[in-house]
């Protein structure tokens, strides 16, 4: 069974702060996705992140896949009221090269920030 | 054009009972999965179908089954209800079987008493 564990599973800060989020596995994930979840809706992609070492930007977030692709961290700079949301990571794996659409999740980490 | 829409959002169903849910995947997208997110904690993979043959399945009970249609949509059936069946049922269309991009609708909210 493969998992994914997250941490911290609370993070309550002040706008302007800086946060990071780890997501991390004893498994080898072929490729791993980072999703934001508000209340009363379906997680929704942030990013995709596949290769070794792999660090990718959105705005003020950054994704970076760890060198053995077992963990992951997304680190926000500067957060601001409208990140507040349950951030999910969640890894897949390759089936004898087909994966079949099952992801693995984290159990989130939920993120609040104060104005 | 329209997301991935489930129904019911939400519902309340007593122990023993079963229940039926419902998926439409965004148009052109032929893979369907099925996720149990519990209150608190992340989605759990439950089935995945693709051109209307089972894919994948996560571990749950028999309890739990799932076909898509000619259309692409989808059913999620869950026999005899358990307390413990309580849970955001998310489901999730992608163009292929892989576990590339996934579109999630917003859930079925069940609620079993």
């Known amino acids: 069974t493969q998992l994914l564990e997250q941490s911290p599973q609370f993070l309550s800060i002040q706008e302007g702060e800086n946060l990071t989020v780890y997501c991390n596995s004893s498994?080898?994930?072929?490729?791993l996705q980072w999703y934001r979840q508000e209340p009363g809706e379906g997680p929704v992609l942030l990013v995709t992140?596949?290769?070794?070492?792999e660090v990718k930007k959105l705005k003020r977030l950054t994704f970076q896949f760890g060198d053995a692709r077992k963990d992951s961290s997304l680190h926000i700079t500067a957060a601001q009221p409208g990140d507040t949301g349950l951030y999910l990571c969640?890894?897949?794996?390759?089936?004898?090269?087909?994966?079949?659409?099952?992801?693995?999740f984290g159990q989130g980490t939920i993120l609040t920030v104060h104005p | 054009d329209a997301g991935v829409t489930q129904s019911p959002t939400h519902l309340i169903k007593t122990r023993g009972q079963h229940v039926t849910l419902r998926c439409s995947p965004i148009?052109?997208?032929?893979?369907v999965s099925w996720y149990q997110q519990v209150l608190g904690q992340g989605p759990q993979f439950i089935f995945q179908?693709?051109?209307?043959?089972?894919?994948g399945r996560g571990n749950f009970p028999d309890r739990f089954s799932a076909r898509q249609f000619p259309n692409y949509s989808s059913e999620l059936n869950v026999n005899a209800l358990l307390l413990g069946d309580s849970a955001l049922y998310l489901c999730?269309?992608?163009?292929?079987?892989?576990?590339?991009?996934?579109?999630f609708g917003e859930g079925s909210r069940l609620t079993v008493l």
């Open positions: 148009s052109g997208h032929k893979s």
């Open positions: 179908y693709y051109e209307k043959e089972e894919r």
């Open positions: 969640a890894g897949a794996i390759n089936a004898g090269g087909t994966s079949y659409g099952k992801l693995t």
């Open positions: 992140v596949v290769t070794g070492g």
């Open positions: 999730a269309s992608s163009l292929g079987p892989g576990a590339g991009e996934l579109f």
């Open positions: 498994s080898v994930f072929s490729s």
